[in-house]
């Protein structure tokens, strides 16, 4: 008898409320998916319960699950798994379109390997492959088509470069031999192949972020791969790591996809012109403005232990710097990494080993310039002495013959008044010169081999310096500061980045800027034109404020005018999962928990949401000449929106229940007789669509209150929702409503509408 088994559920006490939700993914697409989800740790703690699998348990001798039969299970019977997509929406937009890109990749993969394969295999690729060849043929120079019966096709040839298997020097070499194309056209073609996967990728993972509910009206989605592109293959294991440094079997990588920035290098003395990739790329993005957030997700691949993984995140000159972990694949602004290389250390060696010992070299107390000095100096000493020893010979040389009074006996005679020709003198003196100008010529010969050093030190420091000017560019100039707190990192400007999703955010502005992300392929050494290769996959997309709360109830306009009161739930049946995260939550005490309550007096319209209008000024009444017109501007959209409730719920660090209530400017009517509201309307200077929008916030608290009791008592165990309910209710009961700069307690405003 088999044994059936759900790997993945919500709940165990799911009901028959929840419909399957319709997906326009194919069985073998579900099947893919469900298999990446689970083999990737960061995807399966965000949304993996999202995806339940109600067929066989299938299992290794070892007890791991065997997902490559269910992988088949599920493309026979795709009724087995159902995929929420409605919840998965609410999840971080970047691991959404993480998981799409794995998706767009591997169906990418698929593809080009049954066009390598042959007619029939790529039967059930057609429309992808048609998809992907009009891209390329469109971006493709003249050259590289050939002539068919009278139409240009891409030539044969161009079929092997598209191998996704091959590094990139390789298809440098193999595009070199192809001879109806020049360096220019070679240069060309690997550009043209890189651009039609990065657009065809971008194309796919936007329609599998869709089909996995997710939403965005700003979508870039770019591959890119930096290193000196030699040892790719060496990388296509056709396996991805976990956060463990465990093989994740089954999982195409496909970095041979991942396109590398390049360049067309000038001949050099021992090199020819040719193409050669870029250590640091750059990708030129924009911020999407207005008044949202910008996400950006990075995700590593071909992830190196040994070699620290650095991305550099740059807008108006202040760098955000990112830094691969030593066990992980994940980045984060903390740059410890115990073993291995960092590009940090190459620029510090760079700079306070090679330049700085020129620098001593050159400059230093015992450098070029002391002893260029210090051989100058001996030189011109000694050009002295050979001037007064030339000037000493002439003066011998000249000197009248003196004679001696003494005389010598020789033999049995004297000889007296003998001649002192100096010759001795002369000779010794001739002997030193010729001393000296040897000397000399040492000297000199030493001088010009130490300005040559010299020059050479100065040349090979120039170098150097360009080089450290470089890596100092490529890592920033102006670090921007971060603090921290369970894993998100918030820098001095209000960017944040979260470790746990690896998303990287501006805040919400109403201004497009302009900014970049580099990525560093780390060189063996400071001097080293060889680095290793790095992949990475950049999405950015706009996001509204609060875009992944659980629960997100925008009510808007359901109040009467100048009433609180609320008719009809607050909670529906599509909310049902949500709700039992956030008792989930509640049960768990290590789990922070805050209300937060707002009556934010009258909003304005951000382009995005509705806001407090801090320079509110209130009307008299709506505006128009008559009755109708003024009715019928208060049912307007510019004015209706403005009403709006809302009660958003974060289950992220911690667990916030938010409520915050705006009126229109509109000046309210409202009859306020208690006095303890009265007094504080006066002391903080509080108009009455302030109270009035407290008043609805208490009541939205109350009734959301009321039904997530019974929810609780329904959904769980006796025990459990005790639990729950003891802790939302003691929080609610501490909750102070927040009006402008006063606040008021829940007692103080729980009133009546008044008719």
């Not at 760098?319 to 691969?324: K, N, P, T, V």
């Not at 502005?509 to 001097?527: M, W």
């Not at 025990?719 to 309910?725: C, F, G, N, S």
Request: proline residues 3%; neutral net charge.
């Amino acid at each position: 008898m088999k044994i059936f088994i759900t790997l993945i559920i919500l709940f165990q006490f799911f009901t028959g409320v929840f419909a399957q939700e319709n997906s326009d993914l194919t069985a073998e697409e579900k099947a893919y998916l469900f298999h990446v989800v689970r083999k990737s740790p960061i995807l399966e703690n965000n949304f993996g319960r999202y995806f339940e699998y109600k067929g066989p348990d299938i299992r290794f001798p070892n007890k791991e699950i065997n997902f490559d039969s269910v992988e088949t299970v599920i493309m026979n019977n795709p009724e087995l798994l159902y995929i929420r997509s409605s919840e998965i929406a609410k999840s971080p937009k970047g691991l959404i379109t993480e998981a799409a890109n794995k998706m767009a990749l591997w169906e990418l993969n698929k593809v080009l390997l049954a066009k390598r394969l042959g007619e029939k295999e790529l039967a059930n690729y057609q429309s992808q492959y048609k998809q992907f060849e009009e891209i390329l043929i469109g971006l493709l120079p003249i050259k590289a088509f050939k002539n068919d019966d009278g139409a240009n096709v891409p030539h044969p040839k161009l079929e092997n470069l598209l191998n996704p298997s091959l590094s990139f020097d390789d298809k440098k070499a193999m595009v070199g031999t192809f001879h109806f194309l020049d360096l220019q056209d070679q240069y060309n073609t690997l550009e043209a192949i890189n651009e039609a996967v990065n657009r065809y990728v971008a194309i796919r993972t936007k329609d599998f972020f869709q089909a996995l509910g997710g939403e965005a009206e700003v979508f870039t989605n770019i591959l890119v791969a930096a290193g000196d592109g030699s040892s790719t293959s060496g990388l296509l294991e056709e396996r991805e790591k976990d956060e463990r440094g465990r093989w994740n079997k089954g999982l195409p990588k496909a970095v041979g996809l991942f396109p590398y920035q390049m360049k067309i290098r000038p001949a050099e003395k021992k090199k020819k012109e040719g193409i050669e990739t870029l250590r640091f790329t750059s990708t030129s993005l924009k911020s999407v403005g207005n008044n949202k957030l910008t996400n950006i997700h990075l995700d590593v691949w071909g992830y190196n232990a040994e070699k620290q993984t650095t991305v550099v995140i740059e807008k108006n000159g202040i760098s955000y710097h990112l830094f691969g972990s030593g066990e992980t694949r994940f980045l984060s602004p903390d740059s410890n990494f115990v073993k291995g290389g960092t590009f940090q250390s190459i620029i510090n060696n760079l700079k306070n080993d090679k330049i700085a010992k020129l620098d001593e070299m050159i400059l230093g107390k015992r450098g070029f310039d002391y002893w260029i000095e210090y051989y100058e100096k001996k030189k011109d000493e000694l050009i002295l002495k050979i001037q007064k020893n030339e000037k000493e010979i002439s003066d011998l040389r000249y000197s009248p013959i003196s004679t001696s009074s003494k005389s010598k006996k020789i033999g049995s005679d004297h000889v007296v008044d003998k001649t002192n020709s100096g010759k001795k003198d002369r000779k010794a003196k001739q002997e030193l010169l010729v001393q000296q100008y040897g000397e000399l010529d040492a000297i000199k010969k030493k001088i010009v081999d130490l300005k040559k050093d010299k020059a050479d030190a100065i040349d090979l420091q120039a170098q150097y310096q360009r080089r450290l000017d470089d890596y100092n560019q490529a890592i920033g100039l102006h670090w921007a500061t971060f603090t921290e707190k369970d894993g998100l990192y918030t820098f001095s400007d209000s960017t944040t980045f979260d470790i746990n999703t690896q998303e990287f955010q501006f805040k919400a502005d109403t201004i497009v800027q302009e900014f970049e992300v580099r990525l560093i392929a780390i060189p063996y050494s400071a001097l080293s034109d060889e680095a290793d290769e790095v992949m990475l996959h950049i999405n950015l997309c706009d996001a509204k404020p609060d875009y992944d709360a659980r629960i997100h109830l925008n009510l808007e306009d359901v109040f009467a005018s100048d009433q609180w009161d609320l008719n009809g739930n607050l909670l529906e049946a599509k909310d049902s999962v949500a709700i039992r995260q956030f008792f989930e939550s509640l049960t768990d005490k290590k789990i922070p928990f805050s209300i937060i309550s707002r009556g934010q007096g009258i909003g304005k319209w951000n382009g995005v949401k509705t806001i407090k209008d801090k320079q509110a000024v209130e009307l008299s009444s709506y505006p128009g000449e008559n009755e109708e017109e003024r009715l019928a501007a208060r049912m307007d959209t510019t004015f209706q929106r403005l009403r709006k409730s809302e009660v958003i719920i974060n289950l992220n660090r911690k667990t916030l229940l938010e409520i915050n209530s705006y009126t229109d400017p509109v000046a309210s009517n409202l009859q306020i007789s208690n006095e303890e509201i009265l007094t504080a309307m006066k002391k903080y200077n509080l108009s009455k669509n302030q109270i009035l929008s407290a008043f609805r916030a208490v009541e939205i608290l109350m009734q959301l209150k009321d039904e997530l009791n019974v929810l609780a008592g329904t959904y769980l165990d006796r025990p459990t929702a005790k639990i729950v309910i003891d802790r939302l209710n003691n929080e609610i009961a501490k909750t102070k409503i927040t009006v402008g700069k006063a606040s008021f307690k829940i007692n103080q405003l729980k009133l009546k509408s008044e008719d």
